[in-house]
């Protein structure tokens, strides 16, 4: 049987591409790894400063936890939502919190649909606060969810370049979030913390097996197609 030339190629780039997704997930489990080890001793320890004296708001990264002290901006509070907790409806509180190298924007917590309309042009208390927390980056927009309308007061994600130029803010602008930990219960009519200790499942192994199956797969077909391995008649 005459081998034919674009089956060969289609073949080596498919089963090249499916083995280099295999690598990949490899290498998001061991990045994974590591970084659920270091989640596991920042919330065994107690809490230090993000921002150290020297450190710029921009060495931020996703996933660190500490504090950050500054004072809330007396600006209105953004609601995000809907976004749901113990299956009730509401919303996420977004705040500004200025340090001294710029802004982090804060999830104070989540409350119910009615809070937005007792609470318009709610927003934290004045003075110098410390805040605790973990660093998250913003969700990315989905293809199938509408964006956000500013000028509506709309926002159904979180993002902190917009938030910034709808609140009219001059100040450099932390791309990430900072989760506050704790907050009021239920009962006091303030808002819930947003459970922030990340729960990071691991399958990437399971996701580079079903990658490396793909392409082992890919080179069989071909085998059985175009060289007659398997049911070769004498």
């Known amino acids: 049987m005459k081998f034919p030339l674009w089956a060969m190629l289609f073949t080596l780039a498919g089963a090249a591409l499916l083995f280099k997704l295999g690598w990949w997930q490899l290498e998001r489990m061991a990045w994974k790894a590591d970084l659920i080890t270091k989640l596991e001793a920042a919330y065994a320890s107690a809490p230090s400063s993000l921002l150290p004296e020297g450190r710029a708001l921009s060495d931020l990264k996703a996933f660190e936890r ?26 996420h509180l977004y705040s500004p919190l200025r340090t001294e190298g710029g802004v982090v924007f804060v999830n104070r917590g989540w409350v119910p649909l009615a809070y937005k309309s007792r609470a318009a042009s709610e927003s934290p208390d004045s003075g110098r606060v410390r805040v605790t927390g973990l660093l998250r980056s913003p969700e990315r927009a989905g293809l199938f969810v509408a964006g956000n309308e500013p000028k509506k007061s709309l926002w159904r994600r979180a993002d902190p370049a917009q938030f910034s130029i709808a609140l009219g803010l001059s100040e450099p602008v932390s791309p990430l979030i900072l989760f506050a930990e704790g907050g009021a219960d239920a009962g006091g009519g303030g808002p819930i913390a947003v ?22 797969l890919l080179i069989v077909f071909y085998g059985l197609r175009f060289h007659n391995i398997v049911l070769r008649k004498p």
């Open 195 to 216: 459970p922030i200790r990340a729960d990071l499942p691991n399958n990437h192994f399971q996701y580079a097996l079903f990658w490396f199956s793909m392409g082992g």
């Open 66 to 91: 500490g504090f950050i002290e500054g004072e809330y901006l007396p600006v209105p509070t953004i609601f995000v939502g809907p976004q749901t907790y113990e299956k009730a409806p509401g919303f």
